[in-house]
């Protein structure tokens, strides 16, 4: 059972609606635009990680109708945005009308040799355009006219240096009253397309439903899920992966669930990590903390929660914060659906719970939170990197003395873990460094750390051990 189009698939770039034309399924976003011409966007990475090829998508905003939100278009394969509403750098401005970005850029010299420009354009101008952005005081993070540097993280330039950039980032205005993009983000985006696209290559399908959805699970075991693809994306672009049959679920309004009640959190599979930061607003501190530590903002727009979780992948950064909030996670399928905790969900390297033809359609946080919480990344770059450990803390001390902790870890084991251990040594004791230097070697032995490219295994459970004791000596929550 597959979805049929109803329309020959066609996407709107700059204003004009233009089909997408026999290609490939797997054609990213990226290579059909250079096809036509828009060549302002540049392949650097093909895996998401320099943002020569940032281009705006309009979607559903949280402060607004439409937002238009920057997306790496090297890993987006083109049939997921079918029916979609793009706009790329050569659609901002022209050669004798700049727009304010691209004026701001070009009168601070923002752009030496060029290539990553067009991607900065698309990255800052998102920002320029997002809702709320308000003139304040400004920190090293964030400019006086509201500006939040982590929007840029996901672009990378070798030649000009970041302060022209950022310069030319505080400069910017708010939009004009007349601007047609601020003004286009009081009209819906575009509702999604039902899609269905064949080529040599394989099948693209968006499915009008989750019903609909799982019936193909249930029948296609050659079936692959893709909601952000900022990890089938790298598959396909790297490892030559070409799936038979690609599922689009990112716009099923199932999955998109989001809810703060009196006894828990419930985040829907396919909501951006960019929308769950900006929907809790801080109120899960663990999460806040995660966040902008996760990738890129132009990763994180387009990454879900759960296919973060849905890869099983040891290092991802979500599972160690939702582990020591002793979250679990709704899995559906044709036979109904059933919940499981996230710490029994992993089963072995990139091995989990779900059966085959199961959707990850809920994470469900209980409530009350734990008072004292962290959430500590170890890697080689402070933002857009991949962990080479990463810790959740979420304790509970009452009169001094430990009376609940978990303790959620990632990348020292083929799955991502609980320290039980440690957490046995540390509840039911007193709240004192004594107690936490015994629990800190108990925890530098926790899981099977190894020895890569990223760090040594001596490097990793040196690591374990003097975060419990910075999370102790920062007073987190105290």
């Given amino acids: ?45 093909a895996e998401g990680e320099c943002g020569a090829c940032s281009v705006m998508v309009a979607r559903p905003g949280t402060d607004s109708q439409t937002e238009w939100t920057a997306v790496n278009a090297c890993l987006l394969p083109v049939a997921s945005l079918d029916g979609q509403e793009l706009v790329t750098s050569e659609g901002l401005g022209s050669p004798t009308e700049l727009h304010p970005v691209q004026q701001e850029m070009a009168v601070r010299g923002g752009s030496q040799c060029g290539y990553c420009t067009p991607g900065f354009i698309c990255s800052m101008a998102a920002e320029y355009y997002r809702p709320g952005r308000a003139c304040g005081e400004g920190d090293h993070e964030h400019g006086p006219n509201g500006f939040d540097l982590h929007a840029l993280s996901g672009n990378l330039c070798r030649c000009t240096g970041y302060r022209p950039i950022r310069d030319a980032a505080y400069a910017l205005d708010t939009p004009a009253e007349n601007d047609a993009l601020a003004v286009r983000g009081d009209e819906a985006p575009p509702a999604p397309a039902a899609t269905g696209m064949v080529s040599p290559e394989g099948e693209f399908i968006r499915p009008a439903s989750l019903s609909e959805v799982l019936t193909v699970l249930g029948e296609r075991d050659d ?24 599922i689009a679920i990112d716009r099923l309004e199932e999955l998109r669930e989001f809810s703060f009640g009196a006894d828990d959190v419930r985040l829907g599979a396919a909501l951006t990590l960019t929308e769950i930061e900006r929907r809790l607003a801080g109120r899960v501190p663990l999460l806040a903390e995660m966040f902008p530590q996760f990738a890129s903002r132009l990763i994180r727009n387009g990454a879900t929660i759960g296919g973060n979780l849905g ?168």
Avoid at 233 to 238: E, F, K, R
């Fill in 1 to 45: 059972m597959t979805t049929q189009a109803l329309r020959a698939p066609a996407l709107t770039v700059n204003g004009e609606l233009t089909a997408l034309g026999d290609i490939s399924v797997h054609t990213t976003v990226l290579d059909w635009l250079r096809d036509r011409g828009l060549t302002g966007a540049k392949e650097g990475c």
């Fill in 223 to 246: 079936a692959v899920v893709v909601a952000g693809s900022t990890d089938l994306g790298v598959q396909v672009n790297i490892f030559g992966s070409r799936p038979q049959l690609t």
């Fill in 311 to 478: 890869t099983g992948s040891p290092i991802g950064d979500t599972p160690p914060p939702l582990l020591a909030l002793d979250a679990s996670l709704v899995l559906a399928s044709r036979r109904g659906e059933r919940t499981v905790a996230l710490a029994e969900y992993f089963t072995g390297y990139r091995q989990t719970l779900k059966a085959p033809d199961e959707l990850i359609k809920t994470i469900v946080i209980p409530l009350p939170l734990a008072p004292m919480t962290a959430f500590h990344k170890i890697a080689k770059r402070r933002f857009d990197d991949i962990s080479s450990v990463a810790i959740g803390y979420a304790v509970d001390v009452t009169d001094g003395v430990v009376r609940e902790a978990r303790i959620g870890l990632g990348g020292i084991a083929a799955t991502p873990l609980r320290a039980r251990e440690t957490e046995a040594a540390l509840v039911g004791r007193p709240w004192t460094e004594e107690t936490v230097r015994i629990a800190a070697g108990v925890m530098a032995a926790e899981g099977t750390p190894m020895d890569d490219h990223r760090a040594s295994a001596s490097y990793r459970s040196a690591m374990l051990g003097q975060s419990l004791l910075r999370f102790y000596f920062q007073g987190v929550g105290a």
